[in-house]
């Protein structure tokens, strides 16, 4: 399978902890974005990295949220002092560097669940 | 102002009918669109973009109005695997920038 891959697919946590999310993007993808999707919503933007570079941080929902892609592969979402009201999906989506149109390709997101 | 705005439905509709959905965007400097569609807890996939000058593939046909900023999508001869959320997407005006989605319509086929 070449698409994009996310793990854990599920994650059920307690309030307080910290929790990290790992993204694959489609390997020659430059572009990987996150997105948080809750019940009866559309996904929401997060954050997007081209190769290594963070280029939007501004919509992470609070401080306890952050996200790296150190090697401008694979990128890692944690969310800090889990809360109840994180409780979503959480989405990677990849695109092509030159792509003029930026249609995006999603993993199939990890549920998290935070009691 | 919602940035997308959608009926959410749920359009329940019968087998073979045709269907149409659209959506309105606030942001006038949106540059990109398109449809995806999302099944019952999985992720989005993307179905198409939509052109200026409209587009069809298959029995699926999308149009651009953006003096109006709306979208549109168009289902012929649906079929019960049509059943899904479909969600309206536009980009900023940065090109590269996240997706900006609607909250979706649900739309039901019937046998």
């Known amino acids: 399978d070449t698409g994009v891959s996310q793990n854990p697919r599920h994650k059920i946590t307690k309030r307080g902890q910290n929790v990290t999310f790992r993204c694959d993007p489609i390997s020659e993808h430059n572009r990987l974005y996150w997105y948080r999707q809750t019940l009866g919503q559309g996904p929401e933007f997060l954050t997007y990295?081209?190769?290594?570079?963070?280029?939007?941080k501004s919509r992470l929902l609070s401080d306890r949220f952050s996200a790296e892609r150190p090697k401008g592969s694979f990128s890692t979402l944690e969310i800090q002092r889990t809360e109840q009201g994180d409780s979503a999906m959480y989405l990677c989506?990849?695109?092509?560097?030159?792509?003029?149109?930026?249609?995006?390709?999603f993993g199939p997101g990890t549920r998290l669940t935070v009691l | 102002r919602k940035e997308v705005e959608q009926d959410p439905g749920p359009f329940n509709v019968p087998e073979g009918a045709t269907v149409a959905f659209n959506c309105t965007y606030s942001?006038?400097?949106?540059?990109?669109f398109f449809w995806y569609r999302q099944d019952c807890r999985k992720e989005p996939k993307l179905l198409m973009s939509?052109?200026?000058s409209g587009n069809e593939d298959g029995r699926f046909t999308a149009q651009l109005n953006r003096a109006s900023q709306y979208i549109s999508l168009l289902i012929r001869d649906s079929k019960l695997s049509d059943s899904a959320t479909y969600l309206c997407v536009v980009t900023g005006g940065g090109g590269a920038d996240g997706l900006t989605f609607g909250k979706g319509t649900h739309l039901i086929i019937q046998p």
């Open positions: 942001n006038s400097a949106s540059q990109s």
């Open positions: 939509v052109y200026s």
């Open positions: 989506a990849s695109s092509p560097l030159g792509g003029v149109r930026n249609e995006q390709f």
């Open positions: 990295f081209q190769n290594e570079a963070q280029l939007e």
